[in-house]
């Protein structure tokens, strides 16, 4: 694999930049996954809405995801070669081969102020909140069974993610009507383009939209898989999770409007 995956106005991906042995299955959605990585923030600089330095972001969130499936892809194929095992036990993938485990939460572009400690392992992403786990730089969970609010209809979290804008996820919590709306009121400053808001609100939450925010994606979650898949408490104040287009969470923020601007100065310009 190279040294950097982009230098100067050069980017590389996929087989460009990091080469696999045929064991594990890894080398195609890598290189997916490497370019849209790059795509999402490429775009945004090359329209004028974030600084270049977004684009250093690339390298320091792949190489390290690259590097650690390339040392688990070589052992199987060492494994395998060598003969000794019988039983052919090496053949066997763990949950450390299931890719929904990848994460950034190292990464410079990455706020958590609900777990500001960062454990890079994750335990298994695909038990999301069991374990109370999901933090920032995770990828973000589905949540189904969400109802608009005032309407018949549902929706999921995956319907409403999209990958040329970021999704604030607002949860309402214990938090007084003025603590929801001065966040959303934040998050109307930037564009439309740029962030789309989702409020969610549990089943017994009585709170509604001002009518000055009535562009705001309102959803109740009847089911609570939202609140359990983001591990979001009752007794809890307001929450955002950030997603980006990638659909990785960009910041988990517990300090309202402060949060959202922090995360933000490091994204859009």
């Not at 808001?197 to 017994?204: G, H």
Request: charged share 25%.
């Amino acid at each position: 694999m190279v040294n950097e995956f982009g230098k100067g106005r050069v980017f590389v991906a996929g087989d460009a930049c990091h080469v696999h042995s045929p064991t594990g299955g890894q080398g195609m959605n890598s290189g997916i996954q490497d370019s849209f990585n790059l795509a999402w923030k490429l775009t945004l600089v090359h329209k004028g809405l974030a600084p270049r330095s977004v684009l250093d972001s690339y390298s320091q969130e792949r190489l390290r995801v690259i590097a650690s499936t390339l040392n688990m892809t070589t052992e199987l194929f060492k494994k395998e070669l060598s003969g000794k095992s019988k039983e052919r036990t090496h053949l066997t993938r763990g949950y450390e081969l299931r890719m929904f485990s990848i994460n950034y939460r190292d990464s410079p572009l990455v706020i958590d102020e609900k777990y500001p400690e960062r454990d890079l392992e994750v335990v298994d992403a695909y038990r999301s909140g069991d374990d109370g786990t999901v933090q920032g730089g995770d990828r973000a969970p589905d949540a189904p069974c969400l109802t608009h609010l005032g309407q018949n209809t549902s929706t999921s979290l995956f319907d409403i993610f999209k990958p040329n804008h970021h999704t604030a996820l607002v949860f309402s919590g214990s938090g007084s009507g003025a603590s929801v709306t001065q966040v959303l009121e934040t998050l109307r400053k930037y564009s439309s383009d740029s962030v789309k808001s989702v409020l969610i609100l549990p089943e017994s939450s009585s709170f509604r939209t001002p009518s000055e925010l009535v562009e705001v994606v309102t959803v109740v979650d009847t089911e609570r898989y939202a609140h359990k898949n983001y591990v979001i408490e009752p007794q809890d104040g307001p929450t955002v999770v950030i997603v980006r287009p990638d659909g990785y969470i960009g910041a988990l923020v517990t300090s309202g409007s402060k949060g959202i601007r922090d995360y933000f100065s490091l994204i859009l310009l």
